[in-house]
């Protein structure tokens, strides 16, 4: 069994980002579990002064819930051409230690725009030595309440793509 980590970039209640990432969990293939981290909005702002024996509980919790992954998801809105603080706050406290280090990493997308942070989280992704998957997922969901979003993601065709997402991503994993 593949454990799967899953990461949205937003904290908001009525997120499409987090839709994604529980639509990804919902559907995700025989052979795969994915869970789904959202305590993004609880972990302390990362300082570099906090780390080994004063690391926060909250972040030691993200840590391990990565080291234990055998890969991670991420779904991320875009805020001002970047990526938003609170994902980047998580992922600054994964940079100093070995929990990122060619760990399988995919980026899904609930936004058809969001370019600028697609790009600067490659490059943070890549950067923090992640093993970057190639393909991914695009769900155009942006602007759009909830109900219209579950909508969208029951889907027979998104629920296959959702799926085969993984499934592809999964494949990624076990070939390294
Ligand atoms: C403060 C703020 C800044 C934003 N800046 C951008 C931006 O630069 N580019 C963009 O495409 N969308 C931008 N947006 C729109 C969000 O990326 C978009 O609403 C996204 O779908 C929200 O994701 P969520 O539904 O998961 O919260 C911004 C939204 C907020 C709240």
Not at 63 to 82: F, K
């Given at each position: 069994?593949l454990n799967?980590?899953?990461?949205?970039?937003?904290?908001?209640?009525?997120?499409?980002n987090?839709?994604?990432v529980?639509?990804?969990?919902?559907d995700?293939p025989?052979?795969?579990?994915?869970?789904?981290?959202?305590r993004?909005?609880?972990?302390?702002?990362?300082?570099?002064?906090?780390?080994?024996?004063?690391?926060?509980?909250?972040?030691?919790?993200?840590?391990d819930?990565?080291?234990?992954?055998?890969?991670?998801?991420?779904?991320?809105?875009?805020?001002?051409?970047g990526v938003?603080g609170g994902?980047?706050?998580?992922?600054?406290?994964?940079v100093?230690?070995?929990?990122?280090?060619?760990?399988?990493?995919?980026?899904?997308?609930?936004?058809?725009?969001?370019?600028?942070a697609?790009a600067?989280?490659?490059?943070i992704?890549r950067?923090?030595?992640f093993?970057?998957?190639d393909?991914?997922?695009?769900i155009?969901?942006?602007?759009?309440?909830p109900?219209?979003?579950?909508?969208?993601?029951?889907?027979?065709e998104?629920?296959?793509?959702?799926?085969?997402?993984?499934?592809?991503f999964?494949?990624?994993?076990?070939?390294?």
């Amino acid at each position: 069994m593949l454990n799967i980590l899953a990461i949205s970039g937003s904290l908001r209640a009525a997120s499409t980002n987090s839709a994604l990432v529980a639509a990804l969990a919902r559907d995700a293939p025989p052979g795969c579990r994915v869970t789904v981290y959202d305590r993004l909005g609880s972990l302390p702002i990362f300082n570099p002064d906090d780390e080994g024996d004063r690391t926060p509980l909250e972040a030691s919790e993200l840590i391990d819930a990565v080291t234990s992954a055998d890969g991670v998801i991420i779904s991320c809105p875009e805020y001002a051409h970047g990526v938003p603080g609170g994902l980047k706050n998580a992922l600054d406290w994964l940079v100093s230690r070995d929990a990122a280090v060619e760990k399988p990493a995919m980026l899904v997308h609930a936004s058809s725009r969001s370019l600028f942070a697609r790009a600067a989280l490659s490059e943070i992704i890549r950067t923090m030595s992640f093993a970057l998957y190639d393909g991914g997922l695009e769900i155009a969901l942006l602007g759009k309440k909830p109900p219209e979003v579950e909508n969208i993601l029951a889907e027979p065709e998104k629920r296959l793509a959702l799926r085969d997402t993984i499934s592809a991503f999964a494949d990624f994993i076990r070939s390294r």
